[in-house]
């Protein structure tokens, strides 16, 4: 059942409003422009992004899924039984079920920053498993998280699907799973997707549907500014660019200016040339070796790693 939720984080809607505005302005005045992705996920861009993952051209979620839903019985025998397992950024938790179903865990712990989206999933998640202990935590998991004291006494399992590590410049993944490891424990193991480096033309693909609804994801943060910043950008002007990046190993977003523009957000004034971009994500594609090596410098050693029969992606095993 559903435990009373705990909000460690109670950050209200103009904390929220301060944070974009601060990081929209700081990026806009960058010589190359930018925008964290984390700010993709308002209502609409929630809404795009579970319409990429059904896109035939976005491999990730079905090579993860198909990997948890195979190697389920292989997961538990090295997790044990009796963990807690804590979901870090919950979301809507579709790849959960395989997880709980294989591993059998003692409780759930799903921490999400969007309390909204946790309460329903939780109670959803619940629902579906009625003997399951659920305890929501509305939580930055970014920075070390306070877990419910039912649990304290139980060794953890931390489930960090997606590749949403991916996102994350090396320096900043590493302060995460630095952070995880501080929020679980001595003891605890760390499951994590991470995408593969693989012919670019694929990648390019997977982040450039032909649909163009990850275009549609990438321009709706401009959108969002208009909205909430009071912003005056000028959305046709801008085209979604994915370029693969080979040095630094990651998929890049663009969104591209077709024409010089002069805007405002937030009662400041920016320009943009033509053909000059808007840098609003990275998605960092990883080999075995270099996965390896950035889950030892965040405080984790890697114990199994499972590809899906395409070998597309990547799901580890970890341990504190
Ligand atoms: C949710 C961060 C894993 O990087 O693949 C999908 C987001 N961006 N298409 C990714 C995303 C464009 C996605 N993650």
Do not use: C
């Not at 591993?103 to 309390?115: E, H, K, L, Q, W």
């Not at 991916?166 to 991470?194: C, E, F, K, Y």
């Amino acid at each position: 059942g559903l435990r009373a939720g705990l909000r460690i984080v109670d950050e209200d809607a103009d904390g929220v409003d301060r944070a974009f505005r601060e990081d929209v302005l700081r990026g806009l005045a960058q010589r190359q422009k930018a925008v964290p992705s984390r700010w993709f996920y308002d209502e609409a861009g929630s809404r795009l992004f579970e319409d990429i993952t059904a896109l035939a051209a976005y491999y990730p979620t079905r090579a993860e899924t198909e990997i948890l839903a195979r190697r389920g019985s292989e997961i538990a025998g090295l997790t044990g039984e009796g963990r807690a397992v804590v979901e870090f950024g919950s979301g809507s938790s579709a790849k959960t079920p395989h997880l709980l179903r294989a591993i059998a865990p003692a409780a759930y712990v799903p921490i999400d920053i969007s309390g909204d989206f946790l309460r329903k999933s939780s109670a959803a998640l619940a629902a579906d498993f009625p003997g399951l202990a659920v305890f929501p935590v509305e939580a930055d998991f970014t920075k070390p998280v306070e877990l419910p004291g039912l649990v304290a006494g139980l060794p953890k399992l931390g489930f960090f699907p997606g590749s949403t590590i991916g996102n994350l410049v090396p320096p900043t993944a590493v302060d995460l799973l630095r952070s995880m490891r501080a929020t679980l424990g001595d003891g605890s193991q760390l499951l994590i997707g991470l995408d593969l480096i693989k012919d670019p033309a694929m990648l390019v693909a997977a982040y450039d549907d032909a649909e163009g609804v990850t275009a549609a994801f990438n321009l709706n943060l401009l959108d969002r500014i208009n909205r909430e910043l009071d912003g005056d950008i000028p959305v046709a002007a801008f085209r979604h660019e994915a370029r693969w990046n080979d040095s630094l190993s990651r998929i890049e977003m663009h969104l591209v200016a077709g024409s010089d523009v002069d805007f405002e957000v937030a009662g400041q004034p920016f320009a943009i040339r033509a053909g000059e971009s808007i840098h609003t994500e990275n998605s960092h594609k990883y080999e075995p070796r270099g996965s390896t090596m950035l889950l030892l410098a965040g405080g984790w050693t890697p114990l199994a790693r499972w590809t899906d029969s395409q070998e597309r992606f990547s799901v580890v095993l970890a341990e504190a």
